[in-house]
């Protein structure tokens, strides 16, 4: 009566080819090409993501550092406040 949806029309002059999964070497050359390409991709990397965390950090620590600096009671003082600035 009719055709299944999959197949509706016919295409002729295309030819499809296919590969089994089971056929296929899934890790090949992962290790010859694969970890070399590694390296190469984190050498081309690392000047844009190491500049920006090493500032971040040396900023959080000075913040860090100036906080307990401010927050620690003056001796001298009557009340043990640290010094109005």
Same mark, same amino acid.
């Given at each position: ?9 016919? @295409? ?8 089994? *999964? ?27 993501? @190491? *500049?920006?965390? @090493? ?19 003056? *001796?001298?003082? *009557? ?7």
């Amino acid at each position: 009566m009719g055709r299944a949806f999959g197949n509706l029309t016919t @295409v002729r002059g295309i030819i499809y080819y296919g590969l089994s *999964p089971f056929e296929q070497r899934a890790f090949a050359g992962a290790i010859s090409h694969g970890v070399p390409n590694m390296f190469r991709r984190f050498r081309g990397q690392v000047f844009r993501i @190491v *500049p920006p965390l @090493v500032l971040s950090y040396l900023v959080y620590d000075w913040g860090e550092k100036e906080h307990t600096r401010l927050m620690r009671k003056d *001796p001298n003082s *009557p009340d043990g406040l640290p010094p109005a600035e």
